[in-house]
């Protein structure tokens, strides 16, 4: 007679298998990759480095982004530091129209796009309402390309300059992505 099945061992080895098995499926999930960014956008809507544009609102496109209505375009520099000749890392590209009837909001749809550094060619997408008198606002970061494929987050504005006059502001973004 041959050496009878083994019962205990084959399902003490099925039982280990399978832990095995959930562990290595189940801690990855559970604990999705995360990444933190941060970096400065520098939105100039005069002067010789301007790179925002008001382009319609209630007085035609020649409307103040700080009124109810306007609507601009930005293609602004996006750079590892805050100073205006920190290392440029991307650009911001996309719109903001103020959205709040007492002018002092601005609904934000913007890629930045990274062509530079860490995350050169790969880019983010941001949506989200910008309360710019608040010290800190929070916005949403809704997916992205490339490193940021499936990516989904947010993100915590701060004006470290702004001169009103002049409608230049420099703009700390500081971005917390999940990937899943
Ligand atoms: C970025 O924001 C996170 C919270 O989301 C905070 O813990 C971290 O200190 C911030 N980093 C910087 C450099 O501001």
Redesign the pocket.
Known sequence: MGTPLNLTSNIFFFIFTLTIFFVAYTFPRLQPKQT?L?FYVHDHFTGELSTAATVAGKSGPASNILHFGTVAVVDDPVTVGPSDDSKLIGRAQGIYVNSQLDGKGLYMVFSVIFTNGKFKGSSLEIQGSDIFTMTEREFGVVSGTGYFRFVKG?G?METVFMDIASLMATL?L?V?VKHY
Do not use: D, L, P, R
């Open positions: 933190n941060v947010y915590i700390k500081n917390t």
